[in-house]
């Protein structure tokens, strides 16, 4: 088993008398590690505690299999960058300039600073706005910008407030890019979101869902469909004949153009179905094919599945 990243134990925030942060249990391994929920559900309020700008209500953190209220926090720190969801800059810096006073608070030599900023500049696609103020930067090169200062010191880890979410379709499919080369480089990445979509484009290694402050599902796609339970099956073409016929026991249709999707834990009835009317109507089938659910359906199954043990726990008045 690989040894954990991040790990955090009943981790809790309180404001006055709300629950941001409950008991909140997190592993967090190599790669790419989606923590999804909606907008409220805490993901802010735990990366805050992760990076330690908020303290703790109770439970504790480790990085790298350390305390980070250890005496040697500072160094484990600096094994870690970071980019809030609405980064702020000093606005009339250049990007150079902007690197450069990071840079500096790490004590980076000059000549070894000036070629790493060269190096980032090249790997976040502004080489060519090096000289150019932040304020004129659009909000994906200030989102680029903030990758390159969480660089400047060749962290361990990374850690993104909703990286993708003030960006455009070209916008994103970039840092996405971004993201898996820096994966390929051995960087592990604390990515949250609730733009489920952009986790699945970055094949995210693992993911945890986090709802009303709490961890309600953690694990690698696949363990997590093993635990879900259901399945989904891609056939094509996306005749009506067969959409007629599977519609009384499929738990959810999903069309994408010449193809369509059904959730089932019924894999064989669905191909008898499917295969009958293929022969009877002689519809060519060109693609039957299992697969596992996306994230945005685990997603949901995940939070009706909550829903539903919230109500079979309420007491009964």
Do not use: C
């Amino acid at each position: 088993m690989k040894e954990p990243i991040i790990q955090t134990y009943e981790l809790t925030k309180v404001f006055k008398r709300t629950v941001a942060v409950n008991n909140l249990n997190l592993r967090v391994t190599s790669g790419i590690y989606g923590f999804l929920g909606p907008n409220g559900a805490g993901k802010t309020t735990t990366i805050k505690m992760l990076v330690g700008s908020l303290f703790p209500t109770a439970g504790r953190i480790e990085l790298f299999g350390q305390d980070i209220r250890s005496r040697d926090s500072i160094n484990l720190r600096k094994k870690i960058g970071y980019v809030p969801e609405h980064p702020t800059y000093f606005l009339g810096m250049t990007a150079e300039g902007l690197l450069e006073y990071v840079g500096s608070t790490f004590h980076l030599p000059k000549l070894e600073l000036k070629q790493k900023i060269t190096e980032l500049l090249k790997l976040v696609n502004l080489t060519e706005a090096r000289n150019r103020v932040i304020l004129k930067f659009s909000a994906g090169m200030k989102q680029r910008i903030g990758i390159a200062q969480a660089l400047i010191n060749d962290p361990d880890l990374l850690i993104l407030d909703e990286i993708t979410s003030n960006l455009d379709p070209l916008g994103r499919n970039q840092m996405i890019t971004l993201l898996q080369d820096l994966r390929q480089e051995g960087k592990t990445m604390f990515v949250s979101t609730h733009i489920l979509p952009e986790v699945q484009k970055m094949h995210a290694d693992s993911i945890g869902i986090i709802d009303h402050g709490h961890l309600i599902m953690e694990g690698t796609i696949d363990e997590l469909n093993k635990k879900l339970g259901g399945k989904l099956v891609r056939i094509s073409p996306n005749h009506p004949l067969f959409r007629k016929a599977l519609s009384p026991f499929v738990s959810n249709i999903t069309e994408e153009l010449d193809t369509f999707i059904v959730e089932t834990d019924n894999k064989d009835r669905v191909w008898q179905t499917i295969a009958e009317i293929s022969l009877q109507h002689h519809i060519t089938l060109t693609e039957f094919r299992s697969t596992g659910l996306e994230i945005e359906q685990i997603f949901m199954e995940a939070i009706d599945r909550e829903k539903t043990q919230e109500v079979s726990y309420a007491p009964k008045k």
